[in-house]
Nanobody, 126 residues
């Protein structure tokens, strides 16, 4: 079992930055691929990005590529989402998720993830 807790959300002006953290409990965290998703009001949950269990490769949605960066520190059981050049359309609840199948490329599909955090609100004002 893995428990995930996100933090770092808040209110920021357009063009600003935020760093989200996702702290994981459980000894197997370092063997899980990790993903970030977001859900805006009235919209489907969407893929933001994901990182391999080693941290050696990250993948991003086109909408955030070049602005967001995912990293992880397996010694601290934490994955990060650095968000720069934020836009009002980035406003959403952000979730981290863990995929226990480390043998496959991190998936953009939420259905491939086994564990989810409770989410943290990010609001970007114009």
């Amino acid at each position: 079992q893995v428990q995930l807790v996100e933090s770092g959300g808040g209110l920021v002006q357009a063009g600003g930055s935020l760093r989200l953290s996702c702290a994981a409990s459980g000894r197997t965290f370092s063997s899980y691929a990790m993903g970030w998703f977001r859900q805006a009001p009235g919209k489907e949950r969407e893929f933001v990005g994901a990182i391999t269990w080693t941290g050696g490769r990250a993948y991003y949605a086109d909408s955030v590529k070049g602005r967001f960066t995912i990293s992880r520190d397996n010694a601290k059981n934490t994955v990060y989402l650095q968000m720069n050049s934020l836009k009002p359309e980035d406003t959403a609840v952000y979730y981290c998720a863990a995929d226990s199948n480390s043998l496959r490329r991190p998936s953009p599909s939420q259905y491939e993830y086994d564990y989810w955090g409770q989410g943290t609100q990010v609001t970007v004002s114009s």
